[in-house]
């Protein structure tokens, strides 16, 4: 029976709610189109500036690292060492790639292997040189990476230079065992990325094990040795400061790349974190100007709380028809922000972004669950400002006598 009363009661206030919200539908309007405005706001800014980022990041990504360790013998190419290793038999110790990484001030390492390797089993002086990568901590390979099934990396997997007569999916038998291309790379300009065969090091010991006229493969193979680590530094971090502390480190040489590209990347990842900074920032405002509209509605209509706490209405239920009021404007701002939110980005993509794509610039987009992923969260951000909003003032007031609000001025 309690149950039953307080359900009906609960309805009883979901009503007088929606029908305060209908008493002033002129204010309800604008504060349902500010909240609109201001979801809308967030909503396509973070689209599209998740967009840029990704974009951007995919672009930085092909400049290469910021900095290369190679044996201090090695002969390097500044300009082909930030994308990939040269052809060099001096070879470093793997673990150093943990003791770069430790180093503050380092995002990522990587290491490369080159070995020569034999094309065909009859033909074994027909060498292409091979370079081997590790798929999962590799920053400056696969973001050339142009055309490929979908499917990750399998043992067995080549992935082509663009200047290499291999097409995809063609079968070959390097060093006597059966392989396939992968993939093929974008056109870089930087020789040893265009004229090379790129694999895993699982593949590349794969490859290994071959014999050819009785003679393994690669005999120089050894999982332990590399011949470059690449370095990405995180943001705030100059190729000076790693340089350093790296060079500290024995039979090493450190080449650094262009400052300008280290530069510009992170100053570009610093001003896009802003803009998430400034979203927040704006939800935040949001948060505070709701909170003080609703105390204003909650303190001209004193005498009606008075009156209800009088006949017997319990606070709860008086705060849970202010949070209701709340969540009915926000939730309605929320949506119609979500469709302003779509119109900015279809507009962004219109202009702007077809002005990309006729440069052959790619934009980064999120798939549709992404963007309703975002949507709903930001629809629920929305609505939790407006009920924090709502909570604060509306306690209050329900803690203070009837007597005292019935006789107030405000109402």
């Not at 390797?117 to 696969?142: G, Q, R």
């Not at 393994?216 to 990405?232: E, G, T, Y």
């Not at 400061?241 to 510009?264: C, E, H, P, W, Y």
């Not at 052959?360 to 924090?388: D, K, N, P, R």
Request: aromatic letters at 6%.
């Amino acid at each position: 029976m309690n149950t039953r009363a307080g359900s009906k009661a609960k309805r009883l206030f979901l009503k007088l709610a929606c029908q305060n919200l209908l008493r002033k539908p002129t204010r309800t309007m604008l504060l349902i189109a500010a909240v609109a405005m201001v979801t809308g706001s967030v909503f396509a800014s973070t689209i599209v500036g998740r967009g840029v980022q990704a974009s951007m990041e995919r672009s930085f990504a092909k400049m290469g690292a910021d900095l290369i360790v190679v044996p201090a013998q090695a002969l390097v190419n500044i300009t082909s060492a930030l994308l990939t290793v040269q052809p060099t038999e001096a070879t470093l110790d793997t673990t150093l790639a943990e003791k770069i990484k430790a180093i503050p001030g380092v995002e990522k390492v990587a290491t490369q292997t080159i070995y020569q390797i034999p094309m065909m089993v009859h033909m074994p002086e027909h060498k292409a040189n091979l370079i081997a990568f590790a798929p999962e901590s590799d920053f400056t390979i696969l973001p050339w990476l142009k055309d490929k099934p979908d499917r990750p990396l399998r043992k067995g997997d080549l992935i082509s230079g663009s200047r290499r007569e291999e097409t995809l999916g063609e079968e070959l038998e390097p060093c006597g065992r059966a392989a396939k291309i992968y993939g093929k790379l974008g056109i870089s300009g930087v020789g040893p990325l265009d004229d090379n065969l790129f694999a895993s090091y699982e593949t590349a010991q794969y490859l290994a094990e071959g014999t050819v006229e009785g003679k393994q493969a690669i005999a120089n193979f050894d999982p332990k040795r590399c011949s470059a680590i690449l370095v990405k530094l995180s943001t705030g971090t100059t190729p000076e400061q790693v340089r350093f502390a790296v060079s500290q480190l024995n039979d090493v040489k450190v080449v650094m790349g262009t400052n300008i590209v280290t530069s510009t990347r992170q100053t570009t990842s610093a001003l896009l974190l802003g803009l998430l900074g400034l979203a927040l920032m704006l939800l935040l405002g949001a948060s505070i100007v709701l909170s003080l509209l609703f105390s204003a509605i909650i303190s001209e209509r004193k005498r009606e709380i008075g009156l209800l706490s009088a006949i017997g209405s319990r606070r709860s239920n008086i705060i849970g028809m202010f949070l209701a009021e709340a969540c009915l404007t926000t939730g309605l701002g929320a949506i119609g922000g979500i469709v302003l939110g779509g119109a900015l980005i279809m507009v962004f993509q219109r202009s702007l972004i077809y002005y990309l794509e006729t440069l052959q610039i790619e934009f980064y987009w999120f798939s549709a669950a992404e963007i309703a992923q975002i949507a709903l969260l930001c629809m629920g951000l929305t609505i939790l400002c407006g009920l924090l909003g709502a909570l604060v003032p509306a306690w209050k007031v329900s803690r203070e006598e009837a007597y005292s609000l019935i006789q107030s001025e405000g109402g």
